[in-house]
């Protein structure tokens, strides 16, 4: 028998550089998302044109491409004006991961002293220590809040009123500071009355979901920069850009690709086909995973069933709607529905692990309705996976 070093017959025939499909990879160029950038130019020009600060808010829906594009707008621009003698610096910051004003800043502060203490400094201190750094070496700085919403909820508006009157008291002179808010979700309503008077001037820039068109070709340039050559036609990618354009969601078009070259890669094959693709959709959308559900009785199976039902094309719905759905869901499955006290035990606990999202109201509803939402599971896939549960359960 011929000897073989370790791994060596565990080849890699189809993904070249797996680096270029990861979530933090920014392509040097985007596809389709022209009009966006230009109008992101078009605002923060002004910082160089005429030395003021601005501000712009980025909102869409998942995986339109909102981070991306703040990562390449921030190099580009950063370079465009290094060439007319302007420095800027910029820091990136991801509120999920950060979502308290100190730390936040913290961050911010780590650009221009990486040994910055992580405590000592109450946030009006660590903003004039800021002042003083950008003010030194005479830079303007980006901000850029990515998940702005969650900074928002979890520790209030002050942060970002702060940071919006940062150039405010300067008579003469530079302006030091421009903000980059990114949501999901408009802002507005969780903002307090002394910041929603300043954000009002904001310049919103929305992204929309993509088409199957669109996402063809952002995979098609992913396939270029990952993928062996010739390993994956033209028509699966086609393919696989049609599952997601019914989310319009690039992330989940590239989680897609990678996951069908993987598939095939274990298969030993050289080439991915369309079995792959659907073999990578049905490993996808795992929040809400088969396991996670089959742990759930008939009546919350069936609490889910209804949401899904009722929650098809909207963001959210109202509890109320909820209970309705539940309601058809059992007279379906021939259960008695169970009362209103029981059902709010139904949502907190399906809450509780995940399943469903549920908060209140903003202004618009009366009184305190609570809206409920989906994690990132389709409302279709969540019914398909409930009723095949049911179903078995019936069975
Ligand atoms: N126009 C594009 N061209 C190339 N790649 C893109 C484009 N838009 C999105 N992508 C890629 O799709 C993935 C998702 O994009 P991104 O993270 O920017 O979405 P997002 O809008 O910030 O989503 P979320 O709201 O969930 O944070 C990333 O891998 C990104 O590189
Ligand atoms: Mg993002």
């Not at 190099?75 to 950060?98: H, M």
């Not at 820039?205 to 340039?221: P, S, V």
């Amino acid at each position: 028998m011929v000897s073989m070093a370790p791994f060596e017959d565990y080849q890699q025939n189809i993904i070249s550089d797996a680096s270029k499909l990861t979530f933090d990879y920014v392509p040097d160029r985007l596809v389709h998302r022209d009009r966006e950038m230009k109008q992101l130019f078009s605002i923060f020009r002004q910082i160089v044109d005429s030395n003021v600060g601005q501000k712009a808010f980025l909102t869409g829906n998942v995986g339109t491409g909102k981070s991306v594009l703040s990562k390449r707008f921030c190099l580009d621009f950063q370079e465009w004006a290094r060439e007319k003698s302007q420095a800027i610096e910029f820091a990136i910051v991801n509120c999920r991961a950060r979502n308290t004003p100190s730390a936040v800043l913290l961050k911010i502060l780590e650009r221009f002293d990486p040994h910055f203490p992580d405590r000592g400094f109450s946030t009006t201190e660590m903003l004039e220590i800021l002042r003083k750094h950008v003010d030194r070496q005479k830079v303007h700085l980006i901000v850029v809040l990515d998940e702005a919403n969650v900074l928002v909820k979890k520790s209030g508006s002050d942060l970002l009123y702060s940071l919006t009157r940062f150039d405010e008291e300067r008579i003469a002179g530079e302006h030091r500071l421009s903000l980059i808010l990114i949501s999901q979700k408009d802002l507005i309503e969780f903002l307090d009355a002394a910041t929603l008077s300043t954000f009002k001037r904001t310049n919103t820039i929305k992204f929309d979901k993509y088409d199957k068109e669109q996402l063809w070709g952002i995979l098609a340039d992913r396939v270029e920069l990952a993928f062996y050559p010739g390993t994956i036609e033209e028509e699966t990618t086609e393919l696989i850009a049609e599952i997601a354009s019914e989310w319009g969601d690039a992330r989940f078009a590239i989680e897609l690709l990678e996951n069908a070259g993987r598939i095939a890669n274990d298969e030993s094959l050289d080439f991915v086909n369309a079995d792959h693709v659907r073999a990578a959709k049905a490993m996808t959308h795992s929040v809400i995973t088969e396991d996670k559900l089959r742990m759930l009785d008939m009546h919350k199976l069936l609490t889910l069933l209804g949401i899904s039902h009722e929650i098809k094309g909207k963001a959210y719905i109202t509890t109320g709607q909820s209970e309705k759905g539940y309601a058809v869901a059992c007279e379906e499955y021939e259960e008695r529905v169970r009362g209103h006290t029981q059902f709010w035990e139904y949502l907190k606990e399906l809450e509780g692990h995940g399943f469903i999202g549920l908060r209140l109201s903003g202004k618009g509803h009366l009184g305190k309705t609570k809206l409920i939402s989906l994690p990132d599971i389709p409302a279709k896939v969540l019914e398909e996976k409930v009723t095949e549960l049911l179903q078995s359960k019936r069975r």
